[in-house]
């Protein structure tokens, strides 16, 4: 760790300072006015205490490496940096109440994780500076960040540090963090659009009217006098500035990172090439200009600005909505709910920010409303839809005392609920957040299109300057248009971009099926899996039994009296046999026949009502025949003997043979590896299709199952429950848990199934191939495209205006390309 030796002086060397800029932040220094430091025995100059405070923190922790990487901010930091005191504005984030807010409980230790977002993030050396930074601050134990979505995700121990001293750390370093909440993310989102549609449009403005001016010089007009042309010339200079000032400003300052950061990463990113080609061309046609000969390329420059804005603007469009999924959960909350003052005494409601609702709190949601917190129903039952979470369509009872969860929709009576968790806390944050985790895993393909863009940017500004020195001897006057084409019409954004933008897409269509991807790779994964091992209960199956027959049907006893006469013994039991009964009554629209005599509950036996009896073989004192794959019998019984038996199947789960056909049309062998008897495991796989099966497995016989796959060369896909096939799921190479969102988390899935159905796994097989082929097509494009357009422009073939617009174009294919896999 480097040494950090302070000098807390002002200088007035006005020699020294003259022309000088901050070492953190870059502002020019006054001479009258700069504060210096010795930094690791080297004296540095700073505009301000809060910089000279920020360059010291990094110093003093070994991190002076970002100064080499980082990108250039002319933001200055407040004054109180220099001090270690929390100040008094973040303090309020320690109340339990915010904190019940922005954090979510993690394990037993009493560990806390929250999802921050960060502001002025440019480049990677920043993401790398606030990782860094973190992971030093005492009581951290997890940092993950996310350049694309502007988050961190940090797990931390409450009683180590706090919420408050974790924005402050932050802050120490030169940036801005708040806890994360969807609208203002959503806010953010909205003037990052705003921001980048205003370039757009004074680009625009700009290429229309230099364009106007230039029109004579396109139609060889010879009767304009010097004078006008003149004119016409400044006035295209002067719409040019604001074009490369500001429409321009974020390529060259991109630029400029990527050139300070290549003695770490050697390599350059793709707006090097763009900003030296504008560049080039605006210095060169001021010279012209002035010099009054040549061409002034004003109208080329204005051109290709507003082109590749206009690239990058639809690029933006694609992005935010394939990484929308969280803020789409998340703005589904309600700004406003209804709180009940001093419950039960009274039944006065106000309206309130949901921002400002409280654990313990009591709250009305009226019908047709949505749920705005985590809570538990203290009075009027209610039937809430719960599809956004779990995908269920139907609608469920909540009877006194059921938890009701934040963004469901309220649908009979206005409900009374105690909150127990708002904001980070809420199970929907909970989904949210696995959302979010998938973009934190960068997956193969992605990072090595990266890596080759880099690279490609090398060898493009080599080749350039060579093309450009050999027609300097062919050729002098084509030099200059030679290079700056060169430089233009490569495309390395459409290769950087090929990969990144169909995953960034296929993940927003999936997230729509009701697939939750956790991890980055999943899609890449899917492609090359060629063995599926399912569970049964709960994956395979529902886990919720059907009536399928009754049997024993007494002589003079009609079938549709005995369901009848035992959905009435049965009615108000919550047992899945008891709700099988009167689901199958409600199908055939029986009318429940009245009993003269009270339902007694006779404990691990059955139901009694007068004479009649309804339970087991054994109370009822018949033999049961074993039928292989069932769920279970009950028998009805009065004081005569047996009058019926009533046999219950699991039922498969609904998608089933959608999944099966579209993996044997890919010819990926499924398998059936399950915990129950292996005859009930034989049978379900008899019927369904399924030809490798084995029953009576324990969680680690699944895990060798998967091993001896594995090992054999195959790339295994499984699907379990999430909790009890945890091992399967950990050892697969792709693993999907069929279940309700956050709680599984813990199951260490690479995706979770929110719907009830396992259709939506097809699809994603489907749109995984189609992916695939979309990124095939991109990156063929784009190579296509350089190996045409780069020889071209080094033979004098292009200008500088057909190249940018052609290097403008060639990116707009590959987003619009990878665009189309949202309606898949």
Request: glycine content about 8%.
């Amino acid at each position: 760790m480097s040494v950090v030796a302070v000098g807390l002086k002002k200088t007035r060397m006005m020699g020294e300072i003259l022309n000088s800029v901050c070492y953190h932040c870059g502002s020019p220094l006054l001479p009258s006015d700069a504060y210096t430091a010795d930094l690791g025995g080297v004296s540095r100059s700073f505009c301000c205490a809060g910089c000279m405070a920020i360059a010291q923190t990094i110093h003093g922790e070994g991190l002076e490496v970002f100064y080499a990487r980082r990108a250039q901010s002319s933001d200055k930091p407040a004054e109180y940096l220099v001090s270690n005191e929390i100040p008094a504005k973040l303090l309020p984030y320690d109340d339990p109440s915010l904190l019940g807010r922005f954090t979510r409980p993690l394990g037993e230790k009493g560990d806390l994780e929250t999802t921050l977002r960060l502001e002025k993030i440019r480049c990677a050396a920043c993401v790398w500076l606030c990782e860094q930074h973190l992971r030093h601050t005492i009581g951290v134990k997890e940092v993950q960040i996310n350049y694309v979505t502007q988050k961190v995700k940090i797990t931390f121990s409450s009683e180590q540090t706090s919420l408050a001293r974790l924005l402050f750390e932050i802050e120490r370093i030169g940036y801005e963090a708040w806890p994360f909440e969807p609208s203002l993310s959503l806010d953010r989102a909205k003037k990052e659009k705003r921001q980048l549609l205003t370039r757009l449009g004074v680009a625009l403005l700009g290429m229309m009217q230099v364009m106007m001016y230039a029109w004579p010089s396109y139609m060889g007009a010879n009767d304009i006098t010097v004078e006008y042309d003149l004119l016409l010339g400044w006035t295209s200079w002067a719409l040019t500035v604001p074009v490369m000032v500001y429409s321009a400003g974020p390529i060259f300052q991109a630029a400029w990172r990527s050139v300070r950061s290549f003695r770490q990463s050697r390599m350059l990113g793709m707006d090097v090439p763009i900003a030296l080609a504008l560049a080039l061309a605006f210095i060169a046609g001021t010279i012209n200009l002035i010099a009054g000969s040549g061409q002034s390329y004003f109208d080329s420059i204005t051109m290709f600005v507003a082109f590749i804005l206009a690239a990058r603007y639809v690029e933006l469009l694609a992005r935010q909505d394939a990484q929308g999924g969280a803020e789409a959960l998340a703005k589904q909350l309600p700004a406003t709910c209804e709180r009940v003052l001093d419950y039960p005494q009274s039944q006065q409601i106000e309206l309130v920010p949901v921002v400002n609702c409280r654990p313990e709190e009591i709250l009305r949601v009226p019908p047709g409303e949505v749920v705005p917190a985590d809570g538990v129903l203290i009075a009027c039952e209610s039937a809430v839809d719960e599809s956004l979470l779990t995908g269920e369509s139907k609608p469920i009872d909540k009877k006194i005392g059921d938890r009701i969860y934040a963004g469901t929709h309220n649908i009979l009576n206005p409900l009374i609920m105690r909150v127990e968790a708002v904001g980070q806390s809420t199970r929907i944050a909970g989904i949210a957040s696995l959302l979010d985790q998938a973009l934190l895993a960068k997956p193969l393909m992605v990072s090595l299109a990266e890596k080759w863009a880099g690279y490609f940017v090398g060898f493009l500004l080599l080749g350039a300057f060579l093309s450009s020195a050999i027609w300097l001897y062919i050729d002098p006057s084509k030099a200059w248009i030679v290079l700056v084409s060169v430089l233009v019409a490569s495309c390395p954004c459409a290769l950087s971009l090929a990969v990144p933008t169909a995953m960034a897409a296929a993940q927003g269509a999936v997230t729509r099926l009701g697939l939750l991807v956790v991890r980055g790779h999943v899609m890449e994964g899917l492609v090359k899996a060629n063995d599926l091992v399912l569970d049964k209960t709960g994956t395979l199956t529902m886990g919720k039994p059907e009536l399928q027959e009754i049997v024993n049907l007494r002589t003079g006893y009609r079938r549709e009296d005995a369901l009848a006469l035992a959905a009435a013994i049965e009615a108000g039991q919550r047992h899945p046999l008891a709700l099988s009964l009167l689901r199958a009554t409600e199908l055939e629209n029986l009318a429940l026949p009245v009993l003269s005599d009270p339902v007694r509950n006779q404990l691990g036996k059955g139901l009694s009502s007068g004479s009649y009896r309804l339970g087991s073989s054994t109370w009822i004192g018949v033999h049961q025949n074993a039928e292989i794959g069932q769920y279970g019998q009950v028998h009805l019984a009065d004081a005569q003997g047996l009058i019926a038996s009533f046999v219950f199947l699991d039922t498969p789960r609904l998608g089933l043979e959608d999944l099966l056909a579209t993996a044997r049309s890919r010819n990926i062998a499924v398998h059936l590896v399950s915990g129950d008897d292996p005859a009930t495991v034989a049978w379900w796989a008899e019927r369904v299709g399924i030809k490798s099966y084995r029953g009576g497995c324990t969680p680690e016989d699944k895990y060798d199952y998967i091993e001896r796959l594995q090992k054999a060369g195959r790339f295994v896909w499984a699907i379990g429950d999430g909790v009890n096939d945890a091992p399967l799921l950990a050892r697969a190479d792709i693993s999907i848990a069929v279940g309700a969102g956050a709680p599984l988390a813990s199951a260490g899935a690479d995706a979770i199934l929110t719907a009830s159905s396992l259709e939506p796994l097809s699809k994603v097989l489907l749109l995984a191939d189609k992916t695939q082929m979309v990124i095939k097509e991109n990156l063929i494009w784009a190579l296509i495209y350089n190996l045409v357009a780069i020889p071209a422009a080094m033979m004098g073939l292009v200008n500088p205006w057909v190249a940018g617009v052609g290097m403008s174009l060639s990116s707009l294919a590959v987003t619009l390309n990878a665009w189309r896999l949202r309606k898949a």
